[in-house]
């Protein structure tokens, strides 16, 4: 059974540069949540993908896209990076279906380095 | 807003022995799930524990058990017969009607064999 999975694992950009993040979400789980987790804090929301559609968003400005993929893969977009921006982006999957469904399992992260 | 406080930046525990990680929260929601997680250094997210608000009997998890005092809005983590691979930073998360989860500062746990 296929957990999370994110690549890449580590990413060097600089400033105003654009990056792309990607995540496959646990075999049978069809809602991927974004979260980026600062150093020595704990992880803070980005956004939630249902369906191919966003359907929560937290306290992140426009410059965060993302996308879910038929397949419920997803991507997570910045654009216009910024020193600040540098963090580990977790990906985390679940299913509202599933008897634990309010469980969500986290891949193993991408560390994003912004210079 | 749903809050999560974890009041212990740091903790440390003999190899063997018991150690309580402490977490408190805030809500008024009557229905909910919160959720201890391990982030060792390898960075990636583990579950190690999870509870239904709806339960009033404590989760277990082998070594690893719960305090739920849901009147209190506590929810503490034990660790029993700690051991090396147990430290880690722990993270006590909650979540209700697949929102977005809540994530408190984390408590970075030590073991000392």
């Known amino acids: 059974d296929a957990g999370v999975t994110q690549s890449p694992t580590h990413l060097i950009k600089t400033r105003g540069q654009q990056v792309t993040l990607r995540c496959s979400p646990k075999?049978?789980?069809?809602?991927v949540s974004w979260y980026q987790q600062a150093l020595g804090q704990g992880p803070q929301f980005i956004f939630q993908y249902y369906e191919e559609e966003e359907r929560q968003r937290g306290n992140f400005p426009d410059r965060f896209s993302g996308h879910q993929f038929p397949n419920y893969s997803s991507e997570l977009n910045v654009n216009a990076l910024l020193l600040g921006d540098s963090a580990l982006y977790l990906c985390?999957?679940?299913?509202?279906?599933?008897?634990?469904?309010?469980?969500?399992?986290f891949g193993p992260g991408t560390r994003l380095l912004v210079l | 807003a749903q809050t999560v406080t974890q009041s212990q930046p740091e903790m440390s525990v003999q190899e063997a022995e018991t150690v309580t990680l402490s977490c408190t929260y805030d809500t008024s929601e009557s229905d909910y799930y919160l959720f201890w997680y391990k982030q060792p250094p390898s960075r990636q997210m583990i579950l190690v524990i999870r509870q239904e608000a709806y339960k009033q009997q404590n989760a277990t998890e082998n070594r690893f058990s719960v305090n739920f005092q849901k009147a209190a809005k506590s929810f503490s983590l034990k660790i029993s017969d700690s051991q090396l691979g147990d430290a880690a930073m722990y993270f006590c998360a909650y979540r209700r009607n697949n929102n977005d989860m809540r994530f408190g500062a984390g408590t970075r746990l030590t073991v000392k064999p």
């Open positions: 075999s049978g789980h069809d809602t």
């Open positions: 985390a999957s679940s299913s509202p279906s599933d008897r634990d469904g309010e469980t969500q399992y």
